[in-house]
């Protein structure tokens, strides 16, 4: 049975709710990141899966969420002051580059959501209409000095939307990138950050095309016919949560439905790890908190290591040969 481990977007709140469902996973599943044989990640779940094939290991997650892990640790509280600002790091310094900067950011949100390629704009538009409010100066630091220069050996595919030609572009299947560039690109979310420019592609956050590109990992794509799949961005519909939260989360639990029909489709089981109710309550409305992630990693696993004593899980859970 081959194994597809697919991490959706979501932000600084979907990696704590990441830490703590694949936590539970490990713990109570008995299934290890490492033991999937694709990980497929989109925005905050391509530095997830990026990070855990280049060797951190669910721990690392957990303690990163939890605040304790070492590189946390070894750093003064004005330090992790400044990283957490760094998040969202103000790229404007004036009302002039507020302005222009929020001209260049429509253009690339309203390209990131366009499905038909686009003549380029000439360079000099851009120099003066860049894209993106902030930067994200505590990741890309966090990326270039913490990853590897090498794609890692195990399959890993990183999601990302060229917003010229408006097509979901996949490295480590037919992109190449070092694994900081394509998480770089993987996180732009379209109109907050600025796009990444590999290769000659102008890239954005993956999740513009999907928050969790399921279909990839399907039997039409990766061929694999069990796919577990995180998606901090839908919710879990035992029960549903209350209207106003479905709306919010309208766009994300469609493009997941319609992709988890299509790889059942083919003859693939699929395992959907979301929040529940109480758990969205605990996220709040601000997808990259700067701060707080304990208490949505700690929810993340309870409900998760509930949800994998439910007899569907344990049926497909006792199915798979062991690793």
């Not at 990141?33 to 669910?58: E, H, I, N, Q, Y």
């Not at 766009?251 to 693939?268: H, K, P, T």
Request: hydrophobic share 45%; aromatic share 6%; net charge positive.
């Amino acid at each position: 049975m081959k194994l597809g481990l697919v991490l959706g977007a979501g932000g600084t709140v979907g990696l704590a709710y990441h830490a703590g469902a694949l936590r539970a996973l490990e713990q109570v599943g008995g299934i290890a990141p490492s033991s999937a044989d694709l990980m497929v990640g989109t925005s905050a779940g391509s530095m997830v899966a990026t990070f855990l094939r280049c060797g951190w290991t669910t721990d690392d997650l957990w303690s990163l969420a939890l605040g304790s892990h070492p590189s946390l640790l070894e750093q003064t509280a004005e330090e992790l002051a400044q990283n957490r600002a760094g998040i969202l790091a103000p790229l404007w310094r004036n009302p002039l580059e507020l302005g222009r900067r929020a001209v260049g950011s429509a253009y690339v949100f309203s390209r990131s959501m366009v499905r038909i390629p686009a003549p380029m704009l000439p360079s000099v538009l851009g120099r003066w209409f860049p894209g993106g409010f902030f930067a994200m100066s505590e990741g890309s630091q966090r990326f270039t000095t913490e990853l590897p220069a090498q794609w890692p050996s195990a399959p890993l595919w990183i999601c990302a939307v060229d917003i010229n030609t408006g097509s979901r572009v996949v490295f480590g299947r037919d992109v190449s990138a070092t694994p900081a560039q394509a998480v770089r690109a993987s996180c732009a979310i379209p109109g907050i950050y600025p796009p990444v420019r590999i290769e000659g592609r102008l890239l954005v956050d993956g999740a513009a095309y999907s928050t969790t590109n399921v279909d990839l990992a399907g039997p039409a794509g990766a061929g694999c016919n069990l796919i577990i799949a995180v998606a901090p961005m839908a919710f879990d519909t035992a029960p549903a949560p209350r209207l106003t939260t479905q709306l919010s989360r309208r766009r994300a639990a469609r493009s997941l439905a319609g992709e988890v029909a299509s790889v059942r489709a083919g003859g693939a089981e699929v395992l959907l790890l979301r929040p529940t109710p109480a758990e969205l309550r605990i996220h709040g409305a601000n997808p990259m908190r700067r701060d707080g992630w304990e208490p949505i990693a700690r929810a993340a696993y309870e409900s998760v290591a509930t949800a994998l004593e439910t007899e569907r899980f344990q049926r497909v859970l006792r199915e798979r040969p062991a690793a």
